[in-house]
């Protein structure tokens, strides 16, 4: 289904939330108002106004009091409230929301929240899925997919199935998106279908090992490459240390420029994906040109694209076939990386479909067509057995000026796959500071507090302090209005990572607890069908999109599960160990919000009784 044409200007949820909440007016009943300590930027609405609750007329079908309609042009109907982040259990209200104090009216964020201070655009949003999927893979180790898959021609064919199966969960994603507009993705989706539970522990994992982990992955191997352009061949016999002491100042760099501002990390991503298209497009270009011409810088031209047959030796078995679509898939990663900014778009409902049906298709086509250059250029066995595949490439055609500058390439697009993923991992630890599953600490905008913004705005004293502002700084925001604390506590999470240097038991934990919760996100989109067939919904994807993507992701999990049982148990005994975590800091939130509420009540004192008799 085509996703609709939103008016550029309206309003969306959140904007509303901001002037219900600020708008004076009588309060109704002790449902309501006993959520005072949720954060503006999540603050519920009653519960006749939730498309998601069981009294709502539109969640059962029936038509309300006032017949509200639905189109598709408003995104959600309002009369004062948003749509509610809630998850409604039995015949309670449970709301999702960190116990932040009504009286505080920084909402204890700082002074704002990133939700209310929209910048991202389509091309941002097109930035952040293109820079995290197209990372060192295509340019250094597409030899898993071909080895197993056993001929050239059957590798593309893998390439192409792995990205159409991607393809349908972020379409998915799409969806679960534009119904539910607020940053944190697969987090606030499977705390609002299966409970704040789920939530959590997806949180748990992504902030604590899958995020932070595979930020320390793409680190490494950008320090590798730029080690080799440094050095050649030397670098092979190198000290590890001096690759992670790169990477460590890689991720540094970019920590800090998305800390500076929204702005300069997004412009920086959509440098990046610039580029790293033009390189892809060069390769291929390249690669045609020396199958016309024979040319080669060192040696024959390679001839096994003519001599040998595109789909000699496919191989016939499906295990084989198996770890090579598992591997094609892995490649193409990084497509829910939208999803945890979607509060930020200015026009979520309509960018962010747009964006995952252009990258994809984009990503799908750039892999499949380096890979028939690397064919065209490299010997089959070279291929098969080097993980430096584009190094290789530079220097068959160019010769040692050709490697040093495909290392650079590839150093560079791993640079900008880290920004990518440091810009939205970021957010995802603000939105758990929120929530209260961190501490709050982690939820805030900005270094300090402020009873304005603190450093977000930055209040310039010189030409040269305002000048930078305009340059860098976010439009009536400044510099510094990004989640600094956030960035901080996942850049010291990554660094450990580096440190560590083992990553074998990471890309298991990948494959069992990464794609049990894209499982269990993608099979929420199909119980929300059912269970809200009327919820607003700007983009519907078909419903045999969830279904394929769940069916794959059983596959996926299954052969991780199979494959190394033993790690798999320490995955589950890791994802167990965030269950008590998650009764801990619920307890410790509600009992927060209770304190607040009692200090809110009675005459103004709250636990400071003595202050009633200085009068």
Not at 329 to 336: K, P, R, S
């Amino acid at each position: 289904m085509p996703y609709s044409t939103l008016q550029p200007n309206a309003r969306d949820s959140l904007e509303l939330a901001s002037l219900a909440s600020s708008s004076p007016g009588p309060r109704t009943s002790s449902s309501t108002s006993s959520r005072s300590g949720i954060s503006s930027s999540r603050k519920l609405s009653l519960e006749e106004d939730d498309p998601l609750d069981d009294r709502n007329p539109a969640a059962s079908g029936r038509p309300g009091p006032h017949h509200r309609s639905f189109s598709v042009s408003s995104t959600f109907d309002f009369a004062s409230n948003l749509f509610p982040l809630s998850s409604t259990t039995g015949n309670g209200y449970a709301p999702i929301g960190a116990p932040i104090s009504s009286s505080n009216g920084q909402t204890g964020l700082g002074g704002g929240s990133l939700e209310k201070h929209k910048t991202l655009s389509y091309l941002n949003g097109l930035s952040l899925i293109v820079g995290l999927i197209i990372g060192s893979g295509i340019f250094s180790s597409p030899s898993q997919v071909n080895v197993n898959a056993g001929s050239p021609g059957a590798s593309l064919i893998v390439w192409a199935i792995a990205g159409l199966l991607a393809w349908t969960g972020a379409a998915s994603y799409a969806e679960l998106g534009g119904a539910i507009p607020l940053n944190g993705g697969a987090q606030i989706y499977l705390s609002k279908i299966f409970g704040e539970l789920f939530g959590f522990l997806f949180t748990w994992c992504a902030v604590m090992v899958l995020k932070p982990g595979s930020s320390a992955i793409i680190s490494i191997i950008m320090g590798e490459y730029l080690v080799r352009a440094a050095i050649g061949a030397e670098a092979e016999n190198v000290s590890g240390w001096i690759n992670k002491s790169v990477a460590l100042a890689g991720l540094f760099a970019v920590t800090l420029l998305n800390c500076i501002s929204t702005k300069l990390g997004t412009r920086m991503g959509d440098m990046f994906m610039f580029f790293k298209f033009v390189a892809l497009l060069g390769v291929t270009v390249v690669g045609i040109v020396v199958a016309i011409t024979g040319f080669s810088a060192s040696g024959q031209a390679n001839q096994d694209w003519k001599t040998i047959g595109w789909f000699e030796g496919t191989s016939t078995s499906a295990s084989s076939w198996a770890v090579a679509l598992y591997a094609g898939l892995w490649a193409f990663d990084g497509w829910d990386n939208t999803n945890y900014v979607v509060g930020e778009f200015r026009n979520p409902s309509r960018d962010l479909p747009r964006v995952i049906h252009t990258a994809m298709p984009l990503v799908i086509l750039s892999y499949i067509l380096a890979n028939v250059a690397y064919f065209f250029v490299l010997p089959i066995k070279a291929i098969n057995g080097s993980n430096t595949v584009a190094v290789m490439f530079g220097s068959k055609v160019f010769g040692p000026i050709g490697s040093l500058i495909l290392a650079l390439i590839v150093s560079a697009s791993c640079f900008g796959a880290l920004n990518a993923t440091t810009f939205t991992s970021g957010r995802l630890v603000y939105v758990a500071g929120k929530e209260g599953y961190l501490p709050e600490i982690f939820g805030k905008i900005g270094a300090g507090r402020s009873e304005d913004r603190g450093l977000n705005t930055l209040r310039t004293r010189n030409w040269a302090s305002k000048k930078l502002a305009k340059m860098f700084g976010d439009e009536d925001a400044g510099l510094f209005f990004t989640p600094i604390n956030a960035m901080i506590l996942n850049a010291a999470l990554t660094a450990c990572y580096i440190f560590i240097g083992e990553f074998g038991t990471l890309l298991t934990f990948y494959g069992v607890a990464g794609y049990t919760f894209y499982f269990l996100t993608v099979l929420g989109l199909i119980i929300l069908r059912v269970r809200e067939p009327n919820l607003e919904r700007p983009y519907r994807t078909w419903i045999t999109t969830p279904i394929i993507f769940c069916c794959v992701s059983l596959f996926l999990l299954s052969r991780a599960v199979f494959a190394e049982p033993l790690q798999t148990v320490v995955v589950i005994a890791f994802i167990g160990i965030g269950v008590p975590i998650y009764y801990w800091r619920i307890r410790g939130r509600d009992k927060s919000t209770k304190r607040e509420r009692s200090d809110s009540v009675g005459d103004g004192h709250g636990w400071k009784f003595w202050k009633r008799f200085q009068r």
